[in-house]
Each structure stands twice: as C-alpha cells, then as structure tokens.
C-alpha cells in the first residue's frame, strides 16, 4: 500500500499525474457536495445535488478506469494505487453507508446480506453527502442487475414448482436474506421444504425473523448454518439433508475460483433428485462495469465471460448444449439451469477432462476465496 511520498511507486509520473489532477479534482467535487449539503438532509432524486454527485463520481470513475487500463500489465502497482485512491477519498465516501459498509467488511466481505437488502430496498440511513453517494450506487447497473436477479429467481422458482407435481424439495446455497420468499404464493395441497444454507449466522437470524414466519401454508423455509464448500461431498450433503429438486445459488459463484465452483457443482449434481433443477447466477463481465466497486467500494468478484462460465460446467461434467440460459431483466446476470436427467449430467475421469479442457482464463480477482454475496 502507498503509505508515503518516500514510495517509489508513488513517484511514478503516472501516479503522480493521476492523484495530483483526478483524484484531486473528484475530492474538490465531494468537498464542495459535502459544504452544500445539510448533514441531516435525505435525498432528493433528480435534484441538482443529485445530477452533480452523479457527474463526480462518473468523472471518477472514468479516470479510474483509464489508469487502469493504461496499467493492465501491472495488477500490484494497481492495486496499491487502489488502497491509496480509497485512503485519499473516505472522508467523503465513507459517509456512504454502502462505501462505509464495503470498506470496513463487519460480517467478513462485502455483499453481506444487510448490504443485499439494503440493495433491495433502495434505501440506507446515511444522511447528508452519503445520502446522496448511496442514492448513486443504488443506481449503478449491477445494483439494478442485483435486484433483477432476485426477481428472476423468484420467478423461476414459481414457474418451476407449477410445472411439477407433488411435494417439492429446495436448497438455497449461500441464501443471503431470503427476500425472494416475501409475498410467496400458496400451492394449496402441497408441501414446499426449503433448506436456506448460509455460513453467516446473522443473516440466518434475520430470515428467521423477517421471511420464514411470513409463509403461507405449506411452505417452510429452515435456515441452516452450513459451508458451501462442503457441497462438494455429495455423500455428506445427502446424508445430511437429503436430496433436492431444485438446488440454486444467485449469489455466491462470482466469489470462488474455477477450482472450487467444479467441485461443487459436482457435487450438487449429485445430489439432485431424478428430474432436479440446477440453478446458478453469474454476472457475466461483458456487460457491465467493475471499476465503481473495485475502485470505490473495495468490493471484488472475479470477472467471467458467459464462455468461462461454460468451460467451468463442462469440467464439472455437466453437458452445456442440454443448459437453459436466461438473462434477468438488465441483462448482466445469467441464470445456468441443467436437469438431472439423461444426457445433461456426464461423469468425465480426469484423463479425459484435462484432455478436452479449454485453456482457461486468468483472473485477477484478489477476493478472498471464502467471501459469499
């Protein structure tokens, strides 16, 4: 991290140019925000404090973004300049409370789920500029993509339980707060059991409180402490919890490494009932823009084309020509679904993956391995 002038990588010109007139000029705008503003204000949408803190941080972020790209080939020397750049900038950005909130990690990582239902929401108790700063980042497309991929989910699963036929079996992986269960319709005649797993004990006592004791005959929703990554032994996750008809996660995949998301989705393929759904989310990188979070939020997931997605179900031994994809309403997240049945689930021996396996592509995420959305 850049700590001093005495670094030798913050003597760079191109470091010194890019604090100097950017970062500078983007703290000007905060303060001049932040001496405009009333501390106790809310904000007001579309006014002018609003458009302007909206111009500052897009002029931010397009700077950001071109250091970076000028810097690709030197991912620590970004990295540094990325610490330093939210040192400079927490007066003012930390009076967010989404900045505030992915700055300090208090559950562990960023998108905890009191960042997600915050997302939901759209609204937080920060007051003053960072009423204003979280009125933008509520608006930035992947927040947008975030709740069009809890309403697509939730459609999915209504459509999917009336497509079936007796009693249904669920299990949410790395659930976060459960918010596609409000409002949840009743399938009179039937029983909907839900495992909601999550590793966060917070988040498990706030489904208990706020969603599980608001469904309707019928459904029951169990919050259950449990590490993802111990879906990869299908015989312990059986013997544990049984099997599923439909198994889904929207939020935990961008976290992992390829490594880890083949053995678990290895794992719930096998621990699918006959017949048993699938269903995985992916932002897919193509069609938004990190930097906000990387920059601005320290908020970090690896970054995969819908063809890395892919390559990563085809070492799992699933067969992609046999997936559904569907895109939530903004378009940047997908929804990979793959049915227990013939032809769509394959077990490959490790000679013949690693002879047909694709080159795979390098991340750069520096996420800790263990982080869940």
């Not at 890019?18 to 949408?45: G, N, R, Y």
Request: net charge negative; aromatic share 10%; hydrophobic share 35%.
């Amino acid at each position: 991290m850049i700590q001093s002038n005495d670094s030798t990588t913050s003597k760079l010109p191109a470091v010194l140019e890019f604090f100097s007139q950017d970062v500078a000029e983007f703290k000007k705008q905060l303060a001049q925000l932040e001496s405009e503003i009333d501390k106790d204000a809310t904000a007001v949408p579309n006014s002018d404090l609003h458009k302007r803190t909206i111009a500052a941080l897009e002029q931010s972020v397009i700077a950001c973004r071109k250091f970076e790209d000028e810097h690709e080939d030197n991912p620590e020397l970004i990295k540094e300049v990325q610490a330093r750049f939210r040192e400079e900038t927490a007066p003012w950005l930390e009076q967010s409370w989404f900045a505030n909130r992915a700055h300090t990690k208090p559950s562990g990582f960023a998108g905890d789920y009191e960042m997600l239902v915050k997302i939901y929401e759209g609204a937080t108790p920060a007051r003053g500029l960072g009423a204003y700063l979280d009125l933008c980042f509520m608006d930035i497309p992947l927040a947008n993509a975030v709740r069009g991929r809890k309403d697509m989910v939730r459609e999915y699963l209504e459509k999917d339980i009336a497509n079936r036929t007796g009693d249904i079996r669920i299990l949410d992986i790395a659930c976060g707060p459960c918010r596609e269960f409000l409002d949840w319709p009743e399938f009179a005649g039937r029983s909907i059991e839900v495992i909601a797993m999550d590793n966060d004990p917070v988040a498990l006592e706030y489904i208990e409180a706020t969603v599980a004791t608001q469904l309707p005959k019928g459904t029951t929703l169990i919050p259950t402490r449990y590490n993802a990554m111990r879906a990869k032994k299908s015989e312990a996750t059986i013997k544990k919890f049984g099997k599923f008809d439909i198994i889904y996660s929207v939020g935990l995949a961008d976290y992992l490494t390829d490594e880890q998301l083949v053995g678990i989705f290895s794992g719930l393929g096998e621990t699918l009932n006959e017949g048993g759904a699938l269903v995985i989310a992916f932002k897919d990188t193509e069609r938004y823009d990190e930097t906000p979070y990387q920059w601005h939020l320290d908020w970090f997931f690896y970054q995969r084309t819908v063809e890395d997605v892919l390559h990563i179900f085809e070492e799992a031994g699933f067969n992609t020509e046999k997936m559904d994809l569907t895109r939530d309403r903004s378009g940047i997240i997908v929804n990979y679904v793959s049915h227990q049945s013939p032809g769509c689930i394959r077990r490959i021996d490790s000679a013949e993956l690693s002879r047909s396996a694709r080159a795979k592509r390098k991340s750069t995420s520096s996420v800790d391995s263990q982080q869940q959305d």
